[in-house]
């Protein structure tokens, strides 16, 4: 069984830095698979917000957090990371990380002054 875990959430001001973090058990080959994270604010849909690819890499952004946020992993830790820059009031939300329809506890993120 697939688990994640993800942690590192808070209350931040404006233009502040969070990292997120996540860690992933019951996945063999982690190296191999993409990984992404999500948020979602209550009462609204999820929104995808980047993926981290597996294999040769790579990555890709939302729009709304591309310029802002940095996605990495560590493979020889099984763990999924989210570099969170110039933090907004709209990127308050319960962020998760994902492996394909696997979505592990959130971690909660809220922006304000």
């Known amino acids: 069984e697939v688990q994640l875990q993800a942690s590192g959430g808070g209350l931040v001001q404006p233009g502040g830095s969070l990292r997120l973090s996540c860690v992933v058990s019951?996945?063999?080959?982690?190296?191999?698979?993409?990984m992404s994270w999500v948020r979602q604010v209550p009462g609204k849909e999820i929104e995808w917000v980047s993926t981290?690819?597996?294999?040769?890499?790579?990555?890709a952004y939302a729009d709304s957090v591309t310029g802002r946020f940095t996605i990495s992993r560590d493979n020889a830790k099984n763990a999924l990371y989210l570099q969170m820059n110039d933090l907004k009031s709209e990127d308050t939300a319960v962020y998760y990380c994902?492996?394909?329809?696997?979505r592990g506890q959130g971690t909660l993120v809220t922006v304000s002054s």
């Open positions: 994902t492996y394909g329809p696997v």
């Open positions: 019951g996945l063999e080959e982690f190296s191999e698979y993409g």
């Open positions: 981290a690819y597996g294999g040769s890499g790579g990555a």
